[in-house]
């Protein structure tokens, strides 16, 4: 590991205060929909009579909802109609019994194209997650109601019988932490906020001599399963992944090791990615000083950043100023916000990537050869990556220099999925974490 383990936590945490539209991609079922209180022994959770398909804590909270919900509430109860249920999701059960069609080809084939034609309108945000987190048995999917039990310890599944919960015993067991972690972590962005840094949480302490990186996110953010300290994993994951990345591909073409480099410019082409925009947050690029004593100078060029801070010229003081330990080191950190790559390159103000850092082969800059591109993934079973390396092959020549795998400095916030065509496959695939996966490679043209 790079010096020292652990990150300077102390709980003078600041919150960022989310609105109804933010919170919407932040959807849990099984929790008031309105006021976002989470289930427990003492809090009783009622479905909503009409479609069963969003939760209320009490009479009060249903009515002040009411105006968001009644349309979509209104076109899935017609939906239902068609197929002469009273639920969207009654007829699943059948449907993969009679078929033996997976629950996601029901879902995402006929009963969102037949609620999409009753709606008459897109899908907001919230009610694509309340489509894809139906109430439902884990097992076999059915949807009675009156059956349904919830686990009582996570609350993020149901049962629709004792039977089908001692059945999934074994996997449950393994993911119900996370589950509870993921249910924790709702109530905290609900009610207080996302975590942000301020000025001394959330920083990697400097350490004096590089060490080759080795152990997990777990080596670094030990108390783990604290929802402020999984969003605190989400903004040093960018930085570990990258040192783990460099420490194998190198620099200008593996003739220099990450370790040595004094001066480091990172490429990003979907910088606002992440919990909050935590790609390009200030406190997630100075652990970069931190882990690495001999670097000096960290320029960031972001493709597509926000436009009132484009410039072919560095931007200083965007995102806070560095702490005492590298004020004294006298680092300088520079950001570049461009819109038009190939117009940057031609300017006086220019800086030669020394690697490209993102998440998906969007429309990524051509490099030189000696540029390694460092992907990351987060959704599906490998984070999509392996479909960008396919996008890449058809025009390039792709080398492999750290081979797909799953990330062990992943970010530690876990979200549930109803991934349910690969969960036969491998049930930890219901949970997904920013940055779980992580290739490089570097490109040549065929």
């Keep these: 590991?790079?010096?020292?383990?652990?990150?300077?936590?102390?709980?003078?945490?600041?919150?960022?205060?989310?609105?109804?539209?933010?919170?919407?991609?932040?959807?849990?079922?099984?929790?008031?929909?309105?006021?976002?209180?989470?289930?427990?022994?003492?809090?009783?959770?009622?479905?909503?009579?009409?479609?069963?398909?969003?939760?209320?804590?009490?009479?009060?909270?249903?009515k002040n909802n009411w105006k968001y919900h009644k349309d979509f509430c209104k076109a899935t109860s017609s939906a239902?109609?068609?197929?002469?249920?009273?639920?969207?999701?009654?007829?699943?059960?059948?449907?993969?019994?009679?078929?033996?069609?997976?629950?996601?080809?029901?879902?995402?084939?006929?009963?969102i194209k037949a609620v999409t034609t009753k709606l008459n309108r897109e899908f907001d945000?919230?009610?694509?997650?309340?489509?894809?987190?139906?109430?439902?048995?884990?097992?076999?999917?059915?949807?009675?109601?009156?059956?349904?039990?919830?686990?009582?310890?996570?609350?993020?599944?149901?049962?629709c019988s004792k039977k089908h919960?001692?059945?999934?015993?074994?996997?449950?067991?393994?993911?119900?932490?996370?589950?509870?972690?993921?249910?924790?972590c709702y109530n905290l962005i609900a009610t207080k906020g996302i975590p942000i840094?301020?000025?001394?949480?959330?920083?990697?302490?400097?350490?004096?001599?590089?060490?080759?990186?080795?152990?997990?996110?777990?080596?670094?953010?030990?108390?783990?399963?604290?929802?402020v300290n999984a969003f605190l994993s989400e903004y040093i994951s960018y930085t570990l992944s990258l040192l783990y990345a460099l420490e194998h591909t190198g620099l200008n073409g593996g003739t220099k090791k990450v370790s040595e480099v004094k001066e480091l410019t990172i490429l990003m082409s979907d910088p606002c990615e992440g919990t909050h925009g935590t790609m390009l947050h200030n406190a997630t690029w100075e652990n970069m000083f931190h882990l690495l004593p001999k670097l000096k100078k960290l320029n960031l060029i972001l493709c597509e950043g926000p436009i009132e801070?484009?410039?072919?010229?560095?931007?200083?003081?965007?995102?806070?100023?560095?702490?005492?330990?590298?004020?004294?080191?006298?680092?300088?950190?520079?950001?570049?916000?461009?819109?038009?790559?190939?117009?940057?390159?031609?300017?006086?103000?220019?800086?030669?990537?020394?690697?490209?850092?993102?998440?998906?082969?969007?429309?990524?800059?051509y490099p030189d050869p000696e540029v390694p591109l460092v992907l990351l993934g987060t959704h599906g079973k490998r984070g999509g990556?392996?479909?960008?390396?396919?996008?890449?092959?058809?025009?390039?020549?792709?080398?492999?220099?750290l081979p797909i795998q799953s990330n062990p400095f992943r970010g530690m916030l876990p979200k549930k999925v109803p991934n349910y065509k690969f969960v036969k496959e491998d049930s930890s695939l219901q949970i997904q974490y920013t940055n779980g996966y992580i290739v490089a490679v570097k490109r040549q043209p065929k």
């Design 165 to 184: 919960a001692k059945r999934d015993s074994l996997v449950h067991r393994k993911l119900c932490p996370e589950f509870l972690l993921s249910l924790q």
């Design 80 to 111: 239902a109609a068609i197929f002469e249920s009273t639920y969207i999701y009654d007829n699943a059960y059948g449907f993969i019994k009679e078929t033996g069609k997976d629950f996601e080809d029901y879902y995402l084939v006929a009963m």
């Design 309 to 365: 801070y484009q410039s072919n010229k560095p931007i200083d003081g965007v995102y806070g100023d560095l702490c005492s330990n590298c004020i004294s080191k006298k680092c300088k950190f520079d950001i570049y916000m461009i819109n038009d790559f190939h117009k940057f390159k031609l300017s006086k103000g220019y800086k030669k990537p020394d690697v490209i850092y993102n998440h998906e082969v969007i429309d990524l800059p």
């Design 197 to 227: 840094p301020s000025a001394k949480p959330f920083r990697i302490p400097t350490v004096s001599e590089y060490k080759p990186m080795s152990g997990t996110m777990k080596d670094y953010v030990k108390t783990t399963f604290d929802p």
């Design 385 to 401: 990556i392996e479909e960008s390396l396919e996008l890449m092959r058809e025009n390039e020549n792709v080398g492999i220099l």
């Design 125 to 159: 945000d919230l009610e694509i997650q309340i489509l894809w987190n139906p109430k439902v048995c884990e097992i076999c999917k059915d949807s009675d109601p009156v059956a349904l039990k919830p686990c009582k310890i996570c609350y993020r599944v149901y049962y």
């Design 1 to 62: 590991m790079a010096g020292c383990s652990g990150v300077e936590t102390n709980r003078l945490v600041q919150f960022l205060k989310l609105d109804r539209c933010q919170l919407k991609e932040w959807f849990v079922a099984g929790a008031c929909i309105e006021c976002h209180t989470i289930p427990s022994e003492d809090v009783s959770m009622k479905t909503c009579s009409n479609c069963c398909l969003v939760w209320y804590c009490g009479k009060e909270c249903q």
